[in-house]
């Protein structure tokens, strides 16, 4: 999952940054709104965690940007201010959640994984499909009970094809939201990750769709 991050303070963007990615998502970091706005408008993100004080353009601004253009990825807003009808004023423009601050970073960790299973149409924390079984919370993945031991590539692909549950998955698609901006997106890469899957899983989930990408049957729930 790619998530794209718009918090101007340094410190706390850096430790926003550091949870996510222990947690297994791919992080791009803007610190400013005009960027936010260009970086949301022309990458494919998962979601976005968005800071409404920003410099240049503020986060108010640029989520209704967003939105206008049709971009419909989550957002969870952060803020400072305190008033409720700032609160209001946000999820009218198109937020998903609202953090103030200051927030344990549990909290929005579990916020994000919330406002992705709803988008994606899912209801538990543990995704199921056929045998196998992954802990959005625990980041585990296992077979008929078993754990598995996977890279964080190959639990990225994973998570988002089982997210993605019931729909063909191409490979690009797949590679913009495993990378960040600075890595290479090759989509042969996506080939070798699915195959490694496959061996590691033992089990026959996620197929291929010659021409199109890759499949997970829609049982995930």
């Known amino acids: 999952m790619r998530i794209l991050l718009a918090e101007d303070e340094p410190r706390v963007a850096a430790d926003i940054k550091a949870a996510l990615e222990r947690s297994g998502y791919v992080v791009d970091r803007v610190a400013d709104g005009e960027a936010a706005w260009f970086q949301g408008d022309t ?62 970073m549990d909290e929005l960790l579990a916020r994000l994984r919330a406002v992705l299973r709803r988008t994606a149409g899912q209801v538990s924390p543990v995704l199921t499909c056929g045998a196998v079984t992954l802990d959005t919370r625990k980041m585990q993945i296992a077979v008929s009970g078993v754990p598995i031991q996977l890279s964080p590539l190959e639990y990225r692909l994973l998570s988002y094809l089982m997210h993605h549950a019931g729909r063909v998955i191409p490979a690009t698609e797949l590679a913009d939201h495993l990378y960040d901006l600075d890595h290479d997106r090759d989509s042969n890469a996506i080939e070798v990750i699915v195959a490694r899957l496959r061996r590691k899983l033992g089990v026959n989930l996620i197929e291929t769709r010659r021409g199109f990408g890759y499949f997970v049957p829609g049982d995930a729930s």
Not at 62 to 73: G, I, Y
């Open 43 to 104: 990458e494919e993100y998962d979601a976005a965690v968005l800071d409404l004080g920003l410099p240049k353009l503020e986060g108010l601004a640029v989520l209704k940007r967003w939105r206008a253009n049709d971009r419909r990825f989550p957002v969870v807003v952060l803020t400072a201010r305190g008033a409720w009808t700032e609160r209001v004023e946000g999820i009218d423009a198109g937020a998903d959640d609202y953090l103030p601050k200051p927030f344990e």
